[in-house]
């Protein structure tokens, strides 16, 4: 009777913790910005990593996001189709000077906010061809 309970107690235990630990997983919030304020223009999001383990808190989420985000980040700004997503979307017009890429990193939970400035600009260009029915092309790439 007594070995029951302290079974049945161990056993809610152990999925108490199972259950709030997968609840409590950080995420690193991630976008690139043409500047590193918040009131920045957003360009594109990039993929979010989490922070898992058993112990995690805001010093890891602090410590590991960064550079999870920046990984992520500079991926993304090497990837051609992305950046002409980016240049027909937010900046439909010829760019020869470029236009700063800043991944922004939000640590959920945590209040805090990092920004990093992406070795390459973005430069958009526009393709017109003169035949009728053909639409402009604009394509981005890192400069």
């Given at each position: 009777m007594l070995a029951d309970k302290i079974l049945l107690f161990v056993t809610?235990?152990?999925l108490y913790n199972v259950y709030t630990t997968s609840a409590r997983d950080m995420t690193c919030f991630?976008?690139?910005h043409n500047g590193p304020h918040v009131n920045s223009r957003y360009l594109i999001?990039?993929?979010d990593?989490?922070?898992t383990g058993f112990f995690r808190?805001?010093?890891s989420g602090n410590r590991l996001c960064p550079g999870r985000c920046w990984n992520n980040a500079n991926k993304l700004a090497k990837d051609k189709r992305k950046l002409s997503q980016?240049?027909?979307t937010r900046y439909p017009y010829t760019m020869a000077k470029?236009?700063?890429?800043?991944?922004t990193v939000r640590v959920s939970n945590c209040g805090t906010r990092y920004t990093y400035k992406i070795a390459k600009k973005l430069c958009c260009y526009k393709v017109s061809i003169p035949i009728p029915g053909i639409p402009d092309q604009i394509?981005?790439?890192p400069c």
């Amino acid at each position: 009777m007594l070995a029951d309970k302290i079974l049945l107690f161990v056993t809610f235990i152990i999925l108490y913790n199972v259950y709030t630990t997968s609840a409590r997983d950080m995420t690193c919030f991630c976008s690139i910005h043409n500047g590193p304020h918040v009131n920045s223009r957003y360009l594109i999001d990039v993929p979010d990593p989490k922070v898992t383990g058993f112990f995690r808190g805001c010093k890891s989420g602090n410590r590991l996001c960064p550079g999870r985000c920046w990984n992520n980040a500079n991926k993304l700004a090497k990837d051609k189709r992305k950046l002409s997503q980016i240049c027909e979307t937010r900046y439909p017009y010829t760019m020869a000077k470029g236009v700063d890429m800043i991944a922004t990193v939000r640590v959920s939970n945590c209040g805090t906010r990092y920004t990093y400035k992406i070795a390459k600009k973005l430069c958009c260009y526009k393709v017109s061809i003169p035949i009728p029915g053909i639409p402009d092309q604009i394509y981005g790439y890192p400069c």
